[in-house]
């Protein structure tokens, strides 16, 4: 089983400046088979990215991914108040289990 | 607008059993793979089950391998999980989520969720 670190646990911002968050698998994802996804209180995640760096549809620009093998980096360019929330990477390699990072939590500074 | 709502959530005793419905609309619901996925109260997200479009290729996490049974109707466009032998840890909401890609399992929609809670 492919487990994801993600770090930092949680990110205090404000508003306007830019996020990096990060994940790292135990070992090496395949083609980059790395989602994001942002979830806020009281609702279901939302995916952001998939295939590592993949904008899903309606997603704005300002998010970003990167990264390949074990190493994965969702950057926010330019944080708006909407963006604080909590952020999990997760791994769909070839066969399961489809694992999920334990999230980062991005907080208004 | 595609549309997943999950329902039969509820408490339920230690070692006893729940079935969730998950129901599909606004695509064509044979034609997409399915799973469940969980979330523990303040915890992270964990996934549960994996089902193919035919319903010929399902697969489990570990931890409910043997206890718990997903299923599909297609012509009645919905999911299911049969759960039984419910433990503590299984208390969590259950969300339904529908892959798009083929053999790519993220998860492009999710339903809203339905809590299940495990207690005496």
């Known amino acids: 089983e492919i487990v994801l670190t993600q770090s930092p646990g949680t990110l205090s911002l404000s508003p306007g400046e830019r996020a990096t968050l990060s994940c790292r698998a135990s070992?090496?994802?395949?083609?980059?088979?790395l989602a994001w996804y942002q979830q806020k209180p009281g609702q279901a995640p939302r995916l952001l990215i998939y295939?590592?760096?993949s904008r899903a549809s309606g997603i704005p620009d300002r998010f970003s991914g990167s990264g390949s093998g074990t190493d994965f980096t969702l950057i926010i360019s330019r944080l708006e108040p909407e963006d604080f929330a909590v952020y999990y990477c997760?791994?769909?390699?070839?066969?399961?289990?489809?694992?999920f990072g334990q999230g980062t939590k991005l907080e208004i500074k | 607008e595609v549309q997943l709502v999950e329902s039969g959530g509820g408490l339920v005793q230690p070692g006893g059993s729940l079935r969730l419905s998950c129901a599909a609309s606004?695509?064509?619901?044979?034609?997409?793979?399915m799973n469940w996925l969980r979330q523990a109260p303040g915890k992270g997200l964990e996934w549960v089950s994996y089902i193919s479009s035919s319903g010929t290729t399902i697969y489990y996490a570990d931890s409910v391998r043997g206890r718990f049974t997903i299923s599909r109707d297609n012509a009645k466009n919905s999911l299911y999980l049969q759960m039984n032998s419910l433990r503590a840890e299984d208390t969590a909401v259950y969300y339904c989520?529908?892959?798009?890609?083929?053999?790519?399992?993220?998860?492009?929609?999710w339903g809203q969720g339905t809590l299940v809670t495990v207690s005496s």
């Open positions: 070992q090496s994802v395949s083609s980059s088979n």
């Open positions: 606004g695509f064509t619901f044979s034609n997409y793979e």
């Open positions: 295939g590592a760096s």
């Open positions: 997760q791994q769909y390699g070839s066969s399961p289990p489809y694992t």
């Open positions: 989520a529908r892959n798009t890609a083929i053999r790519k399992r993220y998860f492009d929609d």
